[in-house]
């Protein structure tokens, strides 16, 4: 089962990247965490990636796609695998084909802009001990207080609303076209994410195995 797992930020795409690793016994292979690998490990891709890192430049596609193919010439992908985080462009994902990327199933996780600005803005966390609260769905007993240590309960910038919001428009702006381009090659499937991150689960595995 060769996967990518596109939605939102917000949408809980890495959640259901666990639950899958969990059920199918593939591996998540995040592109940020194998590029820092192949750098460490000085892989000859890896070190075509350092000298643009070294330069303050962005990796070329084509580097990355390198180590992917690397990545997934690894045991543990032989009975499939799971890209998260790329491709994040049309061209990325035309250069993924091009490089003969076997892919299954393209799963997009549909949050709407409004649920995921309320998920993401009602989060708080303590300023001591970061245990992490939701406005919602995980209430203090004491409004801006920790229950654990009493610690002030504050807003990260990344989960401020303009900051949430501008994340969701570059996502549509870049990454969303990318539905049309797999739903072209007939491996696209929708999953809209409910409430319950279980129920979104169930419909995500229900999609896989049709």
């Avoid at 075509?48 to 084509?62: F, R």
């Avoid at 010439?73 to 491709?87: S, V």
């Avoid at 549909?110 to 995921?116: F, K, M, P, Q, R």
Wanted: aromatic residues 4%; glycine residues 10%.
């Amino acid at each position: 089962m060769k996967l990518i797992l596109l939605g939102a930020p917000g949408a809980g795409k890495g959640t259901q990247a666990e639950k899958i690793v969990d059920k199918y016994g593939i591996p998540a292979i995040s592109t940020g965490n194998i590029l820092r690998a192949a750098v460490k490990d000085g892989t000859e891709m890896g070190l075509k990636a350092k000298q643009y890192m070294d330069a303050g430049q962005l990796v070329p596609d084509e580097v990355v796609i390198g180590i992917i193919k690397d990545r997934l010439k690894e045991d543990d992908c032989k009975n499939g695998f799971i890209l998260d985080g790329f491709p994040r462009t049309i061209p990325q994902a035309q250069a993924l084909e091009d490089a003969n990327v076997d892919i299954d199933k393209v799963v997009d996780i549909e949050v709407s802009d409004e649920a995921i600005t309320k998920r993401m803005s009602g989060r708080r966390v303590c300023a001591k001990c970061a245990n992490s609260y939701h406005l919602e769905y995980k209430k203090p007993q004491t409004d801006g207080v920790c229950d654990a240590c009493g610690g002030e309960l504050i807003q990260r910038k990344d989960d401020a609303p303009e900051t949430v919001q501008a994340r969701l428009a570059e996502y549509h702006e870049m990454t969303e076209p990318l539905k049309d381009f797999y739903k072209g090659l007939g491996k696209l499937v929708i999953v809209e994410g409910q409430e319950e991150v279980a129920d979104t689960t169930a419909l995500v595995f229900a999609a896989l195995e049709d």
